[in-house]
C-alpha cells in the first residue's frame, strides 16, 4: 500500500503485535489517514485487528508527532494524497 511505501514496512508488520517506533509511527499514521477517510475509530482498529481506544490513541499520537516533525507529516500527506487519487 501506498503507506507501507511512505514508511518502509509492510501490512504484515502495521497488523503485528510488534511495537519498532518505525511501525508504530506506521501504524499511528495509518489512523490518521483512515479517520481523514471518515472511517471511525472502530473501524480502522478493527481493521488492524486493535480496539477502538488504540485508534483513538494511534490518531492522537500521529497528530503529536506531525505537529513537530516535518518529514513525518510529509509521508503522512504523501501517502494520504495517493490514497484519496487511486480512491
Known sequence: SDLC??????EKQIRSRSR??????ARS??????????????????FIGRTHAAALFGKR???????VEA???????GASM???ETA
Open 5 to 10: 511505501l511512505s514508511f518502509g514496512v509492510t
Open 20 to 25: 519498532p517506533v518505525t511501525i508504530a509511527d
Open 29 to 46: 499514521a495509518f489512523y490518521f489517514i483512515a479517520q481523514d477517510c471518515g472511517w471511525s475509530s472502530v473501524k480502522s482498529g478493527r
Open 61 to 67: 499520537r500521529a497528530r503529536n508527532i506531525a505537529s
Open 71 to 77: 518529514g513525518y507529516r510529509a509521508k503522512i500527506n
Open 82 to 84: 495517493r490514497i484519496t
